[in-house]
């Protein structure tokens, strides 16, 4: 199967040559994504997953993610939008797409590109941290913890795992295995750095209300 991936508004099509081509949200305010273009995504990532950056769209990744660092997401999805077509489901352009939709906070669009990417590589911790996070922020807090709990043996020296983990635990209310997490946390990663950041976190309040 040949697939074509354009800028626009969501809607699959068949060209005249037989190539699937459908459109990725590039446009922040744009509709939901269908089920049905989710799985062609999905399919379509597949199929370019192994195909080399060119120069040019090295460049615009790069770009992309200085103004991402610099708080400009909508300078860093023009950058995308520059990219060829045929590589928009590149596993490192979704990892910026990824980013892009955090700083804007599309979380539904985060959900599904991740689980796209999560289906492309599934032993990158990324599109896991990344697709639980999402969940998390909209309310399903236990499908998150699902989500990395069941990966969380692929990625044993990352302390973003357990954190996290930690973050869903305190909030179901499971504060023994929170602790336990955020220990682990605090030994895979720079513990002084990460016990500060867990003081600042919100998720941690009620774990720190019964100390």
């Not at 994504?33 to 769209?57: F, G, H, R, Y």
């Not at 708080?71 to 352009?93: F, I, K, M, T, Y």
């Not at 939709?101 to 289906?119: C, G, R």
């Amino acid at each position: 199967m040949r697939c074509h991936i354009e800028v626009g508004k969501v809607n699959d099509r068949h060209r005249e040559d037989g190539t699937i081509c459908f459109l990725l949200p590039l446009s922040l305010t744009s509709e939901t994504i269908p089920s049905s273009s989710v799985s062609k995504l999905k399919t379509c990532a597949m199929a370019v997953s192994q195909l080399e950056l060119s120069n040019a769209d090295a460049m615009h990744l790069q770009a992309a993610q200085g103004w991402l660092e610099l708080g400009d997401w909508e300078s860093a999805n023009d950058e995308l939008e520059e990219n060829q077509p045929q590589l928009r489901a590149h596993p490192d352009v979704l990892k910026i797409r990824i980013e892009v939709y955090v700083a804007a906070e599309q979380w539904d669009y985060v959900v599904e590109v991740a689980e796209t990417l999560v289906s492309e590589l599934p032993r990158d911790s990324f599109g896991h941290v990344h697709l639980a996070a999402a969940l998390h922020t909209l309310g399903r807090t236990e499908e998150a913890w699902r989500t990395l709990v069941r990966v969380a043996h692929r990625f044993p020296k990352e302390w973003i795992v357990p954190y996290n983990l930690a973050r869903y635990a305190t909030q179901l209310g499971s504060m023994v295995a929170a602790r336990e997490l955020l220990s682990d946390a605090f030994a895979l990663g720079e513990a002084k750095a990460l016990k500060l950041q867990a003081l600042e976190e919100p998720d941690f309040g009620p774990l720190w209300s019964q100390e």
